[in-house]
């Protein structure tokens, strides 16, 4: 595996989050329902955890958790050399009129979000999409597309490869730079 | 990480396909399954893709099932069926292929009465090929639906006892369910009238049984088959009635039994022959699922295909 460097961990990882569960707040009046969703499959770990932390800062938080498969809305899956598995789409409500907020952990190319879009419209037609993402790769976007809530910046090569680990599922919670995405 | 991509680029039988393909299809039809579920049907995963569905017979479950499966991936598709086409005019199957083809046509969904004439195309032509029925040989996609019906009902199969009824020698679906059940790890039986039971049926490595009620009381699941009279070039059943009486499914033959055992048919049923109304309208029958699953295998088997890279 390539060499790793750690740009965030443990405390002032959650300090991130807590961070980005308190801008939630501060645009979301708690009486105001909002749908926080997960993009499968990494987006839907770090939307277990803001949902988690809502429900924790705010008290009475009127929030609908779901999750979202894009594999199906790629545009580039012909393309692949590898085809992506789909995962399960399982959003138990109506978003129709909804605000929605999308998450993700790291917004690369902004292609994820395009096709996340295009699959939630597919679903009905929500007032409004906002997007989280953990990590922010600001000098690699393909198409024009921002976050309303980012963790981190991070500006690197194209070839650089950016992972957020999660303490439940890998040992800790970190965010992780590689020089090169790893054949694994 | 498990698989994600089938290890063949056409599906030409279930004998062609390992468990892990098998597996991953299964896993995909969930996620359509989904799909076809919601209020907007419709996936735009296989917009670039041209399809085309070739039938040489008769179908009118099989063509309708591929070809919502097509429109609900986004694929365009065309349409082609030996009664109205230059193949009354005389015209090879290669070459009426290859006219197609130089449409710009990605994969070809085709039935044919000839066993075989899908390996044949494999071999001359680059698009990805869907059997959808070869003569008397195998029908891939049914097998695989059927199987997929069956572990939404009971389960992960292996070790259960599935018997397949009726008219064997005709079927191409009793043929791609053995492979497909055997592959999964199912028991498989064969029960039918001597005349309708191939010779050499236990080199598959199935059981035979002339009785119906022993078959019925060994399995937890039975698969009805529809008496092919159109395939029949001889008399092999004195009449249709006295197979009713013989070998039909009916509520009489099932309350006898001790346990329930779950019904399924590839359509189009002959109620009455077979199987009765009251047996194929039961709480066991899960022939419309069978239906639906249909075209959510049918979706996962066109979009796996379509991402399967050549080697070239």
Known sequence: ?184 | MSQSQLSTKHLLGIKYINTDDINLIFKTAQNFKEVINRPIKKVPSLRDVTIANLFFENSTRTRISFELAEKRLSADTVNFSAASSSVKKGETLLDTVNNILSMKVDMVVMRHPAPGAHHFLANHIDANIVNAGDGTHEHPTQALLDAFSMTEKVGNLKGKKVVIVGDVMHSRVALSNIYCLQKLGAKVMVCGPPTLIPQHMSSLGVEVEYDIDKALAWCDIANILRIQLERQDIKYIPSLREYALYYGVNKERLSKLDKSITIMHPGPINRGVEITSDVADSEHSIILQQVENGVAIRMAVLYLLAGVRGSE
Do not use: W
């Open chain 1, 1 to 184: 595996m390539a060499r790793a460097k750690t740009l965030l961990k443990n405390e002032q990882f959650r300090l991130t989050l807590d961070r980005l569960c308190y801008e939630i707040i501060e645009n979301y009046p708690s009486a105001r329902e909002k749908c926080i969703i997960g993009i499968q499959e990494r987006g839907v770990l770090l939307a277990d955890r803001i949902a988690e932390r809502l429900a924790k800062l705010e008290k009475g938080s009127n929030m609908k958790v779901g999750k979202l498969d894009i594999t199906f809305y790629r545009d580039d899956y012909r393309l692949r050399t590898v085809p992506i598995k789909a995962s399960e789409t399982d959003i138990e409500f109506s978003i129709e009129g909804k605000d929605v907020i999308l998450i993700d952990d790291v917004l690369f190319s902004g292609r994820t979000i395009h096709a996340a879009m295009a699959a939630l419209q597919d679903l009905g037609r929500p007032s409004r999409i906002e997007l989280l993402v953990m990590v922010d790769r600001r000098f690699n976007r393909h198409l024009p597309i921002q976050a309303n809530y980012t963790g981190l910046v991070v500006d690197a090569y194209d070839e650089a490869y950016v992972k957020v680990e999660y303490h439940n599922i890998e040992e800790e919670d970190r965010i992780l730079l590689f020089s090169a995405k790893s054949s694994k």
